[in-house]
């Protein structure tokens, strides 16, 4: 078996090479054995003109050091054997499918082997090692809609470069393994993505993303006995665990003595009990949590301190937008080089840093960047990252703005822009709807999201946009035009939308809920008749979220991924459609529900 030590890079690096020679001594094949749909079925199926019907039947005439090559198409001939010492290698993970069956393993593993080019799919557990402490290779996969993609026991080896889609659990662990796991994509686990009892794991430069289980963790490496460590590196985690209010989800759980560092965690406002990191106990435990990025939890981390406690010590990490940093905090010890600020992510999808985030170059300093540099916070920085261009972005655009008419004066409020380049704000406003911004109507360039405005024109409407602007210059988009009636009594004005419509759902993609914001402006007679409608892609409705009189204002509604009858629906694109009064005057909102 291989080991693999967290102590210092060093040992990382040589179990990583191990691995390699164990693999390289694999690659020397004495022959070659074809399985396809299209062969002669001639024994032993050394090419693809005799290839054999099925697969087993081309590993059973393999030896030692042979290499099985398995054609395009779909495969439902299984569960299959594959002996030791031999590599399986489909044309692709897009080209061959070995569909499997909700009983026993699809492909039962017997010592050091390989497997490359496939998709596994409907298996109840698509790849079980059967002999303790066998070197595998198991690459560029897909592994769909499986009960367990990969189920080991004493095994060491590379994961690498695969996809983890929709299974109830994708690397399941349960007795102690020495496991390389690196460059793969976990998404859409119903339970957990990746979990791990004892053993050592170098788990690297990974994307965990909407996985929507609500009953544990999205990774999860216990490991308790003497030699057992975790290290847990430059690995992406986005969208995960969405909407369980009641229960306390884990995000990452990297056991004892492990190193969590350089990781981009992502929450979300909606999770309100959600947990990023916790640190489980264990006697004479320290768990190292440095140069990572944490925002969006009620909790950073948690380290228990009973029944035994264990010492999660934290520098240089970015703890941004959490409701707390920690729970049971006498066990977590903020050493130094921490920071609470805006990481100034350049989009939600890739989280990569923008030009002048406070975490560039704000990691540890005995850690590099690969070009040599002291190394970012979050994903992209420290050895396993790689370099990419900073983009200067505009800042965001000023949001939530609300006006009051009061004492001859209107006050508007609005959500204030953290990133750290961020200079000022510029208004604008007009007595005309719809007006263009210009440096005519500029009346104001405040540095805070508050500003009194007293130079009214009494009995007028007035129409405000504002825009925020960083040190370097750069503008961003105007807001959304706010109107704020004038009546003449003080502390009655509201701030009454221009047009109709629905402006936005969040999240999107969802895979749970979805919240879907909509505006009704005055358009006569009032309270108007409102339907809030959701539409499938062929155009039925599968859903009525709003039908009632409402007056002029902002409005939100929840969308459960639900049909009208409670059902779940499938995944894939909705519409939702705003009708008012008869009439749809805006263009419907594209959703998409992801399972």
């Known amino acids: ?221 216990l490991v308790s006995a003497a030699g057992d460590t975790s290290y847990i590196a430059s690995n992406l985690f986005y969208r995960n665990l969405q909407y369980d209010p009641i229960i306390n989800h884990v995000l990452i759980d990297p056991g004892f003595k492990g190193y969590c560092e350089n990781n981009t ?133 000023p949001d939530s703005l609300t006006g009051i008419y009061d004492s001859n004066s209107i006050i508007l409020d609005w959500r204030y822009n953290t990133e750290s380049d961020f200079n000022r704000y510029m208004i604008y406003r007009d007595t005309l709807s719809g007006f263009e911004p210009s440096v005519f109507n500029l009346i104001a360039e405040p540095d805070t999201s508050y500003y009194i405005d007293a130079n009214i024109f009494q009995g007028r409407n007035h129409y405000y946009k504002i825009s925020a602007v960083d040190n370097q210059g750069n503008n961003s988009d105007y807001s959304e035009e706010l109107a704020v009636v004038i009546t003449g009594i003080d502390n009655q004005s509201v701030a009454i939308p221009v047009n109709s419509g629905i402006s936005r759902n969040y999240p999107n993609p969802f895979n749970q809920q979805t919240t879907i914001r909509y505006y009704l402006a005055d358009l006569g007679y009032q309270p108007a008749q409102v339907q809030l409608y959701i539409y499938n892609i062929g155009g039925q409705v599968v859903r009525k979220l709003v039908d009632e009189r409402q007056y002029p204002g902002e409005y939100s509604a929840v969308w459960d991924g639900r049909g009208e009858g409670g059902e779940s629906l499938s995944s894939g694109i909705y519409f939702a459609r705003l009708v008012i009064s008869g009439l749809e005057l805006s263009n419907p909102r594209k959703i998409v529900l992801i399972k």
């Open 1 to 221: 078996m291989i080991y693999i030590t967290c102590d210092n890079r060093g040992a990382m690096k040589k179990a990583i090479i191990i691995t390699l020679i164990a693999i390289s001594a694999q690659s020397s094949l004495a022959d070659y054995h074809y399985a396809s749909h299209d062969g002669s079925n001639t024994y032993p199926y050394t090419s693809w003109a005799t290839a054999a019907d099925s697969i087993q039947k081309a590993i059973d005439a393999a030896e030692a050091g042979d290499t099985i090559y398995v054609g395009s198409g779909l495969w439902e001939d299984g569960p299959y054997e594959l002996w030791d010492s031999l590599a399986l290698i489909g044309m692709g993970m897009d080209s061959t499918v070995l569909r499997g069956f909700m009983e026993g393993p699809h492909l039962s593993v017997n010592g050091n082997i390989s497997v490359e080019g496939f998709q596994f799919e409907n298996c109840r557990k698509a790849i079980e090692p059967h002999v303790d402490d066998s070197t595998l290779v198991i690459r560029n996969n897909r592994f769909i809609e499986n009960h367990i993609a990969f189920l080991g026991a004493r095994n060491s080896g590379i994961i690498e470069n695969n996809i983890f889609e929709s299974n109830d659990e994708g690397i399941n662990c349960i007795f102690s393994c020495s496991l390389i796991v690196i460059n793969n994509t976990f998404v859409g686990h119903l339970e957990t993505a990746m979990k791990t009892l004892n053993g050592q794991y170098y788990v690297t430069n990974n994307i965990f993303h909407h996985n929507p289980h609500t009953t544990s963790r999205v990774l999860m490496t």
């Open 265 to 397: 965690i992502i929450g979300f406002e909606e999770a309100d009990r959600f947990i990023a990191v916790i640190m489980e106990p264990n006697y004479d435990s320290c768990s190292h949590f440095r140069n990572n990025i944490v925002t969006g939890f009620r909790f950073a981390i948690r380290a228990y301190t009973s029944p035994v406690p264990n010492t999660a010590l934290l520098y240089y990490n970015d703890l941004w937008n959490n409701m707390y940093d920690y729970y049971y905090g006498d066990s977590v010890i903020f050493v130094e080089g921490n920071i609470w600020a805006d990481p100034m992510f350049e989009d939600t999808i890739g989280f990569r840093l923008q030009m002048y985030s406070p975490c560039i170059d704000a990691g540890d300093p005995i850690i590099l960047d690969p070009d040599g540099s002291r190394s970012d916070m979050g994903v992209y920085g420290g050895p396993g990252g790689f370099i990419y261009d900073y983009l200067d972005l505009a800042p965001r655009v």
